[in-house]
Nanobody, 119 residues
Framework: VQLQASGGGLVQAGGSLRLSCAAS????????MAWYRQAPGKVRELVAA???????NYADSVKGRFSISRDSAANTVNLQMNSLKPEDTAAYLC??????????????WGQGTLVTVSS
């Protein structure tokens, strides 16, 4: 399975960016897909997640500003980021979880796409 993240870039504070994660198989085959981020010197943190049933979850720091969604036609999971702040600067990584039979679980990571927010 391959996950390809795109859409990062440099934006001024208050601006918007839209990240996309393209999967090599149907995004609906995964139990959960998510975006994580990691800033230099900081631990990786969950930004937003969406389950196969469409339930979503967000980090408190991005609630009301970010929105995760699925595009079935493009087979992508997208992260719309509005009202960006300098503290949102990080590498954003796409993640997918597939639960097999019993205790089997498979975690997949894409490469990061860098988001830089200038003040």
């Amino acid at each position: 399975v391959q996950l390809q993240a795109s859409g990062g870039g440099l934006v001024q504070a208050g601006g918007s960016l839209r990240l996309s994660c393209a999967a090599s198989r149907s995004i609906f085959s995964f139990n959960t897909m998510a975006w994580y981020r990691q800033a230099p010197g900081k631990v990786r943190e969950l930004v937003a997640a969406i389950t196969s049933s469409g339930d979503t979850n967000y980090a408190d720091s991005v609630k009301g500003r970010f929105s995760i969604s699925r595009d079935s036609a493009a087979n992508t999971v997208n992260l719309q980021m509005n009202s960006l702040k300098p503290e949102d600067t990080a590498a954003y990584l796409c993640y997918a979880l597939y639960r097999g039979k019993g205790w089997d679980a498979y975690n997949y990571w894409g490469q990061g796409t860098l988001v830089t927010v200038s003040s």
